[in-house]
Protein backbone atom coordinates (compact mmCIF):
# COMPACT_ATOMS: atom_id res chain seq x y z
CA UNK A 1 0.00 0.00 0.00
CA UNK A 2 1.29 3.58 -0.98
CA UNK A 3 -0.41 6.59 1.13
CA UNK A 4 0.23 10.21 -0.14
CA UNK A 5 -0.29 13.44 2.15
CA UNK A 6 -0.79 16.15 0.00
CA UNK A 7 -0.74 20.11 0.47
CA UNK A 8 -2.67 22.05 -2.24
CA UNK A 9 -1.22 25.02 -3.50
CA UNK A 10 -3.04 28.64 -2.62
CA UNK A 11 -4.85 29.97 -5.30
CA UNK A 12 -5.45 33.85 -5.64
CA UNK A 13 -4.06 35.31 -2.50
CA UNK A 14 -2.54 38.85 -2.77
CA UNK A 15 0.27 38.63 -0.44
CA UNK A 16 3.78 36.67 0.63
CA UNK A 17 3.50 33.45 2.39
CA UNK A 18 5.10 33.10 5.61
CA UNK A 19 7.67 30.06 4.12
CA UNK A 20 9.15 27.22 5.52
CA UNK A 21 7.77 23.61 5.47
CA UNK A 22 4.02 23.00 6.26
CA UNK A 23 3.93 21.35 10.01
CA UNK A 24 0.87 19.88 9.76
CA UNK A 25 1.81 17.82 6.65
CA UNK A 26 5.02 16.89 8.71
CA UNK A 27 2.85 15.87 12.04
CA UNK A 28 0.60 13.39 9.74
CA UNK A 29 3.62 11.93 8.19
CA UNK A 30 4.98 11.33 11.43
CA UNK A 31 2.10 9.99 13.20
CA UNK A 32 1.23 7.45 10.41
CA UNK A 33 4.56 6.00 9.35
CA UNK A 34 5.59 5.69 13.11
CA UNK A 35 2.49 3.80 13.47
CA UNK A 36 2.87 1.91 10.16
CA UNK A 37 6.44 1.60 9.57
CA UNK A 38 5.51 -1.15 6.91
CA UNK A 39 3.41 1.35 4.86
CA UNK A 40 5.62 3.79 1.99
CA UNK A 41 4.30 7.26 3.14
CA UNK A 42 5.02 10.19 0.62
CA UNK A 43 4.39 13.94 1.27
CA UNK A 44 3.48 16.71 -1.62
CA UNK A 45 3.93 20.07 -0.68
CA UNK A 46 2.25 21.91 -3.69
CA UNK A 47 3.70 25.10 -3.01
CA UNK A 48 7.06 23.74 -3.02
CA UNK A 49 6.38 21.48 -5.94
CA UNK A 50 4.80 24.00 -8.39
CA UNK A 51 4.15 27.45 -6.66
CA UNK A 52 1.32 29.05 -5.87
CA UNK A 53 -1.50 29.90 -8.56
CA UNK A 54 -2.34 33.59 -9.39
CA UNK A 55 -3.58 33.75 -13.12
CA UNK A 56 -4.95 31.45 -15.86
CA UNK A 57 -1.78 30.26 -16.62
CA UNK A 58 -0.36 29.32 -13.68
CA UNK A 59 -3.75 27.67 -12.58
CA UNK A 60 -3.14 25.08 -16.15
CA UNK A 61 0.70 24.86 -15.15
CA UNK A 62 -0.79 23.43 -11.46
CA UNK A 63 -3.06 20.74 -13.03
CA UNK A 64 -0.59 19.60 -15.64
CA UNK A 65 2.52 19.55 -12.51
CA UNK A 66 -0.11 18.24 -10.32
CA UNK A 67 -1.49 15.48 -12.80
CA UNK A 68 2.22 14.40 -12.78
CA UNK A 69 2.55 14.20 -9.54
CA UNK A 70 -0.06 11.96 -8.99
CA UNK A 71 0.13 9.60 -11.51
CA UNK A 72 3.91 9.25 -10.83
CA UNK A 73 3.04 8.75 -7.14
CA UNK A 74 0.45 5.67 -7.87
CA UNK A 75 -1.05 6.65 -4.31
CA UNK A 76 -3.77 4.03 -3.00
CA UNK A 77 -4.52 6.32 -0.38
CA UNK A 78 -4.52 10.01 -0.79
CA UNK A 79 -4.82 12.93 2.24
CA UNK A 80 -5.57 16.58 1.15
CA UNK A 81 -4.79 19.17 3.76
CA UNK A 82 -7.05 21.38 3.07
CA UNK A 83 -5.65 23.56 5.98
CA UNK A 84 -7.76 26.87 5.49
CA UNK A 85 -10.27 28.72 3.39
CA UNK A 86 -7.27 29.71 1.02
CA UNK A 87 -6.28 25.79 0.24
CA UNK A 88 -10.06 24.74 -0.51
CA UNK A 89 -9.72 25.64 -4.50
CA UNK A 90 -6.57 23.80 -4.57
CA UNK A 91 -7.91 20.84 -2.63
CA UNK A 92 -11.17 20.04 -4.79
CA UNK A 93 -8.76 20.40 -7.70
CA UNK A 94 -6.30 18.00 -6.21
CA UNK A 95 -9.35 15.71 -5.71
CA UNK A 96 -10.68 16.05 -9.22
CA UNK A 97 -7.80 14.75 -10.56
CA UNK A 98 -6.74 11.91 -8.12
CA UNK A 99 -10.29 10.56 -8.62
CA UNK A 100 -10.08 10.51 -12.66
CA UNK A 101 -6.59 9.07 -12.27
CA UNK A 102 -7.81 6.72 -9.67
CA UNK A 103 -11.31 6.29 -9.63
CA UNK A 104 -11.21 3.08 -6.84
CA UNK A 105 -8.70 5.17 -4.88
CA UNK A 106 -8.97 6.60 -1.19
CA UNK A 107 -9.57 10.04 -0.70
CA UNK A 108 -9.43 11.97 2.56
CA UNK A 109 -9.89 15.89 3.30
CA UNK A 110 -9.11 17.40 6.50
CA UNK A 111 -7.88 20.82 8.03
CA UNK A 112 -9.76 23.57 9.36
CA UNK A 113 -11.44 24.20 6.39
CA UNK A 114 -12.56 20.90 6.04
CA UNK A 115 -13.51 20.89 10.05
CA UNK A 116 -15.23 24.23 10.00
CA UNK A 117 -17.79 23.09 6.82
CA UNK A 118 -17.30 19.69 5.92
CA UNK A 119 -20.37 20.04 4.26
CA UNK A 120 -18.25 21.77 1.05
CA UNK A 121 -17.21 18.17 0.40
CA UNK A 122 -20.20 16.63 0.40
CA UNK A 123 -22.51 16.95 -2.66
CA UNK A 124 -23.59 14.64 -5.09
CA UNK A 125 -20.93 13.48 -7.52
CA UNK A 126 -18.10 14.55 -4.57
CA UNK A 127 -14.42 12.83 -5.24
CA UNK A 128 -13.79 12.89 -1.77
CA UNK A 129 -14.35 9.57 0.34
CA UNK A 130 -13.97 11.04 4.09
CA UNK A 131 -14.03 14.71 5.47
CA UNK A 132 -11.93 14.64 9.10
CA UNK A 133 -12.62 17.22 11.32
CA UNK A 134 -10.35 18.27 14.11
CA UNK A 135 -7.16 16.92 14.77
CA UNK A 136 -6.47 14.63 12.13
CA UNK A 137 -3.53 12.25 13.07
CA UNK A 138 -5.35 9.44 14.45
CA UNK A 139 -8.29 9.59 12.10
CA UNK A 140 -6.07 9.24 9.37
CA UNK A 141 -4.19 6.34 10.68
CA UNK A 142 -7.71 4.63 11.54
CA UNK A 143 -8.76 5.44 7.18
CA UNK A 144 -5.37 3.91 6.19
CA UNK A 145 -5.61 0.49 8.10
CA UNK A 146 -9.31 -0.21 7.35
CA UNK A 147 -10.73 0.69 10.83
CA UNK A 148 -13.34 2.78 9.51
CA UNK A 149 -15.36 1.50 6.74
CA UNK A 150 -15.83 3.31 3.23
CA UNK A 151 -19.49 4.16 2.52
CA UNK A 152 -20.94 5.30 -0.93
CA UNK A 153 -20.86 8.57 -0.48
CA UNK A 154 -18.38 11.32 1.52
CA UNK A 155 -18.79 10.64 5.53
CA UNK A 156 -17.84 12.81 8.31
CA UNK A 157 -14.66 11.29 10.62
CA UNK A 158 -14.39 13.04 13.97
CA UNK A 159 -10.75 13.60 14.59
CA UNK A 160 -9.09 12.87 18.58
CA UNK A 161 -7.26 15.55 20.40
CA UNK A 162 -4.11 13.97 20.86
CA UNK A 163 -1.31 15.48 23.59
CA UNK A 164 2.00 16.26 21.60
CA UNK A 165 3.58 13.43 23.47
CA UNK A 166 2.20 11.17 21.45
CA UNK A 167 3.54 12.65 18.31
CA UNK A 168 6.63 11.42 17.85
CA UNK A 169 8.61 13.67 14.98
CA UNK A 170 10.80 12.24 12.34
CA UNK A 171 13.09 15.22 11.47
CA UNK A 172 15.62 12.60 9.75
CA UNK A 173 13.05 11.13 7.73
CA UNK A 174 11.19 14.54 6.30
CA UNK A 175 12.37 15.98 2.81
CA UNK A 176 10.65 19.18 2.86
CA UNK A 177 13.03 20.02 6.34
CA UNK A 178 16.27 20.03 4.02
CA UNK A 179 17.69 23.62 2.94
CA UNK A 180 14.57 24.68 4.99
CA UNK A 181 15.35 28.22 6.34
CA UNK A 182 12.30 28.66 9.02
CA UNK A 183 10.85 25.04 11.14
CA UNK A 184 7.18 25.10 12.45
CA UNK A 185 6.02 23.35 15.11
CA UNK A 186 4.00 23.36 17.97
CA UNK A 187 4.54 23.50 21.40
CA UNK A 188 1.26 23.33 22.71
CA UNK A 189 -2.63 22.16 20.89
CA UNK A 190 -5.92 24.03 22.38
CA UNK A 191 -7.25 27.00 23.63
CA UNK A 192 -9.44 27.36 26.49
CA UNK A 193 -10.46 30.75 25.73
CA UNK A 194 -14.13 31.45 23.48
CA UNK A 195 -13.34 33.60 20.20
CA UNK A 196 -16.19 33.12 18.26
CA UNK A 197 -14.36 33.59 14.82
CA UNK A 198 -11.90 30.62 15.86
CA UNK A 199 -11.80 26.66 15.97
CA UNK A 200 -9.65 26.10 18.21
CA UNK A 201 -11.50 27.79 20.92
CA UNK A 202 -12.72 26.26 24.17
CA UNK A 203 -10.32 23.22 23.47
CA UNK A 204 -8.14 22.12 25.98
CA UNK A 205 -4.44 22.99 26.10
CA UNK A 206 -2.08 20.37 25.77
CA UNK A 207 1.20 20.85 25.83
CA UNK A 208 4.61 19.26 26.10
CA UNK A 209 6.69 20.31 29.48
CA UNK A 210 8.77 23.20 29.01
CA UNK A 211 12.21 20.62 29.24
CA UNK A 212 10.54 18.19 26.07
CA UNK A 213 9.76 21.63 24.18
CA UNK A 214 13.42 23.03 24.24
CA UNK A 215 14.95 19.16 23.66
CA UNK A 216 12.52 18.99 20.76
CA UNK A 217 13.76 22.46 19.13
CA UNK A 218 17.48 21.45 19.86
CA UNK A 219 16.95 18.27 18.26
CA UNK A 220 15.87 20.17 15.03
CA UNK A 221 18.38 22.68 15.39
CA UNK A 222 21.02 20.07 15.38
CA UNK A 223 19.49 18.51 12.55
CA UNK A 224 19.02 21.32 10.52
CA UNK A 225 21.63 23.83 11.52
CA UNK A 226 20.82 25.95 8.05
CA UNK A 227 17.20 27.04 9.85
CA UNK A 228 17.26 30.52 10.66
CA UNK A 229 14.16 30.68 12.22
CA UNK A 230 11.62 28.89 14.80
CA UNK A 231 7.93 29.39 14.21
CA UNK A 232 5.66 28.41 17.33
CA UNK A 233 2.43 27.81 15.43
CA UNK A 234 0.37 26.86 19.02
CA UNK A 235 -3.12 28.85 18.71
CA UNK A 236 -2.19 30.42 21.95
CA UNK A 237 1.52 30.06 23.17
CA UNK A 238 2.01 29.20 26.53
CA UNK A 239 -0.98 30.22 28.62
CA UNK A 240 0.79 29.23 31.89
CA UNK A 241 2.64 31.41 33.36
CA UNK A 242 4.58 28.70 35.17
CA UNK A 243 5.44 27.21 31.89
CA UNK A 244 5.74 29.90 29.85
CA UNK A 245 8.75 31.50 32.13
CA UNK A 246 10.57 27.64 32.58
CA UNK A 247 10.35 27.40 28.80
CA UNK A 248 12.01 30.54 28.12
CA UNK A 249 14.51 30.70 30.74
CA UNK A 250 15.85 27.13 29.40
CA UNK A 251 15.36 28.44 25.70
CA UNK A 252 17.70 31.21 26.61
CA UNK A 253 19.93 29.38 28.15
CA UNK A 254 20.81 27.02 24.54
CA UNK A 255 21.40 30.53 23.26
CA UNK A 256 20.88 29.52 19.59
CA UNK A 257 20.93 31.77 16.69
CA UNK A 258 17.59 31.97 15.58
CA UNK A 259 15.19 34.12 15.23
CA UNK A 260 11.50 33.17 16.79
CA UNK A 261 8.16 33.71 16.03
CA UNK A 262 4.82 33.25 18.30
CA UNK A 263 1.36 34.05 18.14
CA UNK A 264 -0.12 35.60 21.69
CA UNK A 265 -3.01 37.29 23.48
CA UNK A 266 -2.61 40.70 25.46
CA UNK A 267 -4.42 39.79 28.35
CA UNK A 268 -2.03 36.29 28.75
CA UNK A 269 1.85 37.54 27.78
CA UNK A 270 3.30 39.44 30.35
CA UNK A 271 6.49 41.62 31.22
CA UNK A 272 8.04 39.44 32.83
CA UNK A 273 8.19 36.91 29.52
CA UNK A 274 8.68 40.10 27.85
CA UNK A 275 12.16 40.73 29.56
CA UNK A 276 12.95 37.32 28.77
CA UNK A 277 12.34 37.65 24.99
CA UNK A 278 13.92 40.55 25.05
CA UNK A 279 17.06 38.37 25.32
CA UNK A 280 16.30 36.59 22.19
CA UNK A 281 15.51 37.28 18.70
CA UNK A 282 11.34 37.11 19.41
CA UNK A 283 9.02 38.58 17.08
CA UNK A 284 5.56 38.68 19.03
CA UNK A 285 1.83 38.68 17.52
CA UNK A 286 -0.73 39.97 19.63
CA UNK A 287 -4.35 38.71 18.12
CA UNK A 288 -6.07 41.83 19.20
CA UNK A 289 -8.30 41.31 16.21
CA UNK A 290 -10.46 44.53 17.03
CA UNK A 291 -9.91 48.00 18.93
CA UNK A 292 -13.62 48.65 19.00
CA UNK A 293 -15.14 47.58 22.08
CA UNK A 294 -18.35 47.03 20.61
CA UNK A 295 -16.79 44.50 18.08
CA UNK A 296 -14.68 42.78 20.92
CA UNK A 297 -17.63 42.19 22.41
CA UNK A 298 -19.22 40.47 19.29
CA UNK A 299 -16.23 38.43 18.63
CA UNK A 300 -16.16 36.97 22.25
CA UNK A 301 -12.55 37.93 22.32
CA UNK A 302 -12.93 39.21 26.35
CA UNK A 303 -15.38 39.96 28.18
CA UNK A 304 -13.51 43.64 29.61
CA UNK A 305 -13.06 44.60 25.81
CA UNK A 306 -11.84 48.46 27.27
CA UNK A 307 -9.51 47.05 29.72
CA UNK A 308 -8.09 44.63 26.62
CA UNK A 309 -7.01 47.53 24.58
CA UNK A 310 -5.47 49.77 27.17
CA UNK A 311 -3.53 46.51 27.96
CA UNK A 312 -2.75 46.27 24.31
CA UNK A 313 -0.84 49.54 24.43
CA UNK A 314 0.92 48.97 28.13
CA UNK A 315 2.49 46.20 26.53
CA UNK A 316 3.11 48.04 23.20
CA UNK A 317 5.13 50.48 24.54
CA UNK A 318 6.73 47.93 26.88
CA UNK A 319 7.77 45.97 23.92
CA UNK A 320 9.10 49.24 22.47
CA UNK A 321 11.28 49.89 25.54
CA UNK A 322 12.32 46.76 25.20
CA UNK A 323 12.83 46.11 21.67
CA UNK A 324 11.18 43.29 20.75
CA UNK A 325 9.68 43.34 17.54
CA UNK A 326 6.06 42.86 17.78
CA UNK A 327 2.66 42.99 15.57
CA UNK A 328 -1.37 42.63 15.72
CA UNK A 329 -3.97 41.12 13.71
CA UNK A 330 -7.54 43.08 13.04
CA UNK A 331 -10.09 41.39 12.08
CA UNK A 332 -12.61 43.93 9.38
CA UNK A 333 -15.81 43.24 8.02
CA UNK A 334 -16.42 40.87 11.20
CA UNK A 335 -20.93 40.02 11.22
CA UNK A 336 -22.12 43.10 12.63
CA UNK A 337 -19.57 45.56 11.37
CA UNK A 338 -20.95 48.83 10.09
CA UNK A 339 -18.80 51.60 8.67
CA UNK A 340 -19.46 53.37 11.76
CA UNK A 341 -17.08 50.99 13.48
CA UNK A 342 -14.87 51.10 10.90
CA UNK A 343 -14.13 54.65 11.01
CA UNK A 344 -13.55 54.14 14.73
CA UNK A 345 -11.27 51.24 14.17
CA UNK A 346 -9.48 53.78 11.67
CA UNK A 347 -9.45 56.42 13.69
CA UNK A 348 -8.01 54.53 16.64
CA UNK A 349 -5.09 53.68 13.75
CA UNK A 350 -4.73 57.05 12.49
CA UNK A 351 -3.94 58.10 16.39
CA UNK A 352 -1.85 55.16 16.62
CA UNK A 353 0.58 56.05 13.92
CA UNK A 354 0.53 59.62 14.65
CA UNK A 355 2.53 58.47 17.70
CA UNK A 356 4.38 55.63 16.67
CA UNK A 357 7.12 55.19 14.23
CA UNK A 358 5.48 51.48 13.45
CA UNK A 359 3.75 49.86 10.44
CA UNK A 360 1.46 47.16 10.51
CA UNK A 361 1.10 43.88 7.98
CA UNK A 362 -1.87 42.58 6.77
CA UNK A 363 -5.41 43.01 7.91
CA UNK A 364 -8.27 40.95 6.53
CA UNK A 365 -11.79 39.86 7.07
CA UNK A 366 -11.48 36.34 8.33
CA UNK A 367 -12.02 33.00 5.81
CA UNK A 368 -15.57 31.86 5.34
CA UNK A 369 -15.06 28.76 7.03
CA UNK A 370 -14.57 30.29 9.94
CA UNK A 371 -17.89 32.06 11.40
CA UNK A 372 -19.84 28.70 11.23
CA UNK A 373 -22.27 30.11 8.67
CA UNK A 374 -22.08 34.15 9.17
CA UNK A 375 -20.77 34.85 5.61
CA UNK A 376 -18.76 38.16 5.36
CA UNK A 377 -17.44 39.71 2.16
CA UNK A 378 -14.00 38.98 0.20
CA UNK A 379 -12.45 42.39 0.49
CA UNK A 380 -9.06 42.36 1.63
CA UNK A 381 -7.97 46.21 3.37
CA UNK A 382 -4.50 47.07 4.18
CA UNK A 383 -3.38 49.58 6.92
CA UNK A 384 -0.05 50.89 6.72
CA UNK A 385 1.53 54.46 7.04
CA UNK A 386 -1.13 56.92 5.60
CA UNK A 387 -4.47 54.45 5.57
CA UNK A 388 -5.68 52.65 2.26
CA UNK A 389 -9.10 51.02 1.83
Not at 88 to 98: C, D, H, P
Not at 109 to 122: K, L, Q, R
Not at 375 to 383: A, H, I, N, S, Y
Request: include cysteine; charge should be negative.
Amino acid sequence: MKVGIISPSVFYKDCEDEGGPAPHLFYLYSYLKYHNPHIEVDVLDLNYEIGTVTCQQELEDFLRGTEALLQRGGYDILGISCWSTLHFLGSMEVARLYRRLNPEGILVVGGYHATAVPEDFDFPGSPVDYVVKGDGEVAFHRIVNGEIPRETRCQVVQGVSLSLPEVPLLWEDYKYMRGARDIKLWMSRGCPFACSFCLDRLTKWRGLSPEQGVAEIERAYRLYPQAEGIWFMDPLFAIARPWRETFLTLLRERDLPVRFWIETRVDVIDEAAIDLMADMNFTVAMGIEAVVPRILALMKKTTTPERYIERFLELDTYMNERKVPHLVNQILNYPGETTGTIDEAFAFWRRYFDSHDARYTLITPPPVSVLSGQRTGPELVTLRRGVRL
